[in-house]
């Protein structure tokens, strides 16, 4: 019977951790995979590896949590076959909505619903998890403001990322030693940035690794016939790899919607914000969603992106005439080599026609996720072990 129960909890993180892999890997690997920088077959290689890298190391830290910091007890092997059931449960419920699953969210509310049910509830822990998940948007949104109306400007002019025609490297063999040397159209600048790209592209990846793996091993590292916590990290990077391979090569072409509107090195801003902000706190133990984090930085970008014309005194103080704020102005074309008008100066007519990159009902249905996703699971997983108390 212990057997069988094992047997069905790794098909459900294996299930768990393919979808992960799918929308995850789209999200890191979408932009490097549309500047041609790297195939979708090397990117889901890179993602595998990294997403191992980030679960085994800090990735533990954020399991611990999950499987006996939100309850006070430990989570046994058939509760946490549950549990596994509810993330798989709330992941369709957001790609029925089209939006990008906040796992980490769903996979506390489930426990959440467990404890409640049991009475082993973690109350300050849950309280602090709680409060995170509404400090960290706030972060993002702030540090892309700060980010899109001081610095992408500035570098926007100064930094071109484009993909030559031919190979990034060859060999020189006109010595004794083959080396490498430049490609026939490779400029030092593209390889500057091609290395910075694919170095971005591996911290995300890792960084989802911290947060996404612990979210399909955790469930399955409990008391009695359990797995050792080495083993699970090792079946949710494979079946996260495995999603990597599949279902994220679509994805990896549209990027899922939101980061394919913007310019690479906007995306690349948003990626190494978002990452850095989501590896902090898996370091802390705290469970996170990537996707909070990426959404609210762009957003923030664009939005500071936007603001350039207005001072802070005249947002301040709303004195401000004639002066026409323009949401797309992120998206719009820039010329490299241009200065970038100062603070509370207009912008020149072509950044003033970028498209419109914030729709509104976009950013209340990824809001209204972040809240329904957990408070579904919490909901759902209560009245479960409620009516089944031998479960847990």
């Given amino acids: 019977m212990v057997e069988t129960v094992l047997a069905v909890g790794v ?13 995850s890997t789209g999200i890191t690997w979408g932009p490097s995979v549309g500047a041609g920088i790297v195939t979708k077959t090397t990117a889901a290689a890179v993602m595998t590896v990294f997403v191992f890298l980030g679960g085994w190391t800090v990735g533990r830290r954020v399991m611990d949590t999950l499987s006996d910091g939100i309850i006070t007890t430990d989570l046994t092997l058939t509760a946490g076959v549950a549990v596994l059931f509810f993330i798989g449960l709330g992941m369709l419920v957001a790609n029925v909505f089209g939006v990008p699953v906040p796992t980490s969210m769903t996979t506390v509310g489930a426990i959440a619903g467990l404890g409640l049910a049991t009475g082993t509830l973690n109350y300050p822990m849950v309280a602090e998890i709680i409060s995170w998940w509404i400090v960290t948007p706030i972060i993002g949104l702030w540090v892309g403001v700060l980010i899109g109306r001081y610095i992408y400007p500035w570098v926007n002019r100064r930094v071109d990322i484009e993909k030559s025609d031919g190979p990034l ?15 026939p159209n490779t400029t030092r600048q593209e390889l500057a940035t091609t290395i910075a790209v694919f170095a971005i592209g591996c911290y995300m990846a890792f960084s989802a690794g911290a947060s996404n793996v612990p979210n399909a091993a955790a469930p399955l590292v409990g008391t009695g016939a359990g797995l050792e916590p080495d083993t699970a990290i090792i079946v949710a990077t494979l079946a996260i790899g ?3 391979f599949t279902i994220a090569r679509r994805t990896m072409a549209s990027v899922g919607g939101e980061l394919s509107d913007i310019p690479l090195l906007a995306a690349l801003f948003v990626m190494v914000t978002a990452s850095t902000i989501t590896t902090l706190l898996s370091w802390a133990g705290i469970p996170i969603s990537l996707v909070m984090a990426t959404v609210m930085t762009i957003v923030g970008i664009g939005w500071g992106r936007a603001t350039r014309p207005v001072t802070v005194r005249e947002a301040v103080t709303r004195e401000v005439e004639d002066t026409e704020i323009d949401l797309g102005a992120i998206v719009a074309e ?28 976009a950013i209340v249905k990824y809001v209204s996720m972040w809240i329904i996703g957990p408070s579904m699971s919490t909901i759902l997983a209560y009245g479960f072990f409620v009516a089944f108390p031998g479960v847990a």
């Fill in 334 to 361: 820039e010329k490299v080599g241009e200065n970038a008008p100062r603070i509370g100066q207009p912008e020149s007519e072509d950044v003033l026609r970028g498209a419109d990159l914030f729709n509104p009902r």
């Fill in 242 to 244: 495995l999603g990597g």
């Fill in 11 to 23: 098909i459900a993180s294996i299930f768990v951790g393919f979808n992960i892999g799918g929308s």
């Fill in 169 to 183: 490297l060859r060999l020189e063999s006109s010595g004794s030693i083959p080396t490498p040397a430049l490609g």
